[in-house]
């Protein structure tokens, strides 16, 4: 069990999360305030996000003939559609989502997106692509890819691939029921200071099966392809690049990407020798202004079905430094995947910023709020 301090609260549904903190103020918009970060869940009626979702589901506020609306990108079985509306619970579901130009090959999910100051939507999506590699397997190698939006989600712009796993490092034996190794289920935020985004996305193959962290300068958003690095532990690990022939008599360039290593890392695998599982995947994360800290929540796969043990949070000052995250604390035991917080102010409130009370998702439905303070 992760270490920290939990205790029940009356009322609540759920685990009061009392993290050991002790972290540095420096990126935080404010000093930090006395008191250990706390989260509860509580009852409450449901909110359903237009249409099911099997993934983090990304919000953004934009103006809609004038009006600030929030808009919503759900995906299922690969295909994301958007909703708007003026608040979560009173969202319009629209088309599934169109694409300019060929779509990525295999399913897309898309897991984040960022708008700039110029109304440009950068969205960060989930790939699943089959036969790739281990042919006949029934199993995928997923990565990470970028598209851009000029019409708010509407239509999207394929800007390729930009974070996949190592070659070679897939592993057509395993036990996991779904993928063959690769890298995605993550979040993409931005930093305060707009100057880069990170992505903290699931590793599944061995060694270093768990959370990682890449990032990639912000000004890069519309050329994406081998601008991410990776934490390697130490230091940012840039990307390899290489020609390769096209199959048209030219070349073309790419890239080879090295592992990262994990921040949590796997406790039991699914590539090891035995059929136990213990790993942290899916982080998703926002920023708190009621803490000001960044709160994580993240899936516990306990099978190679990956059944849901829990629900984890853990919070940290800054994102530059995936040393400063406190150990995962269990919020909810049992649950469904893809846990995410839904701010609730109004033109502000999304999966990327929430306040003191916020409500609680899990796989694109709520039935709690959640509430954060700190502890003296």
Known sequence: MPTGRIALVAGAIGLVLVADVGLEPAGAQQPEPAGEPVAVLAEAPPIQLPGPADSNSPAVWGLVSGRDQLHILTSVAGRPSLGRGLSFDRLAPLAPVRWTGAPP????????????????????????????VCPGSGRVLPRIGAARSGDRGRTWR?????????????????????????????????DHAEQYVYFFYSQYFEPGTGVSLARMVWANRTAPAGRVTVWNGSAWAPARSSRVPNGT????????????????????????????????WGPSIHWNTHLNLYVMLLNHAGSPEWDQKGVYVSFAPRLDDPRLWTPPVPLLTGGRWYPQVMGLDPGRGTDKEAGELARFFMSGRSDFTIHFYRQP
């Open 249 to 280: 008599g030219g070349t073309v360039t790419v890239y080879s990407f090295p592992p990262a290593a994990p921040f949590l890392r796997a406790r039991d695998p699914w590539d090891d020798a035995d059929a136990e599982v213990d790993v942290h």
């Open 105 to 132: 090959s295999g399913g897309v999910w898309m897991e984040s997106v960022i708008p700039d100051a110029a109304g440009v939507w950068f969205g960060y999506y989930h790939n699943e692509r089959e036969n790739v």
């Open 158 to 190: 394929d800007l390729g691939p930009i974070l996949e796993a190592p070659a070679g490092t897939e592993q057509c034996e395993t036990l996991n029921r779904y993928f063959v190794g690769g890298v995605g289920d993550f979040t993409a935020i931005l």
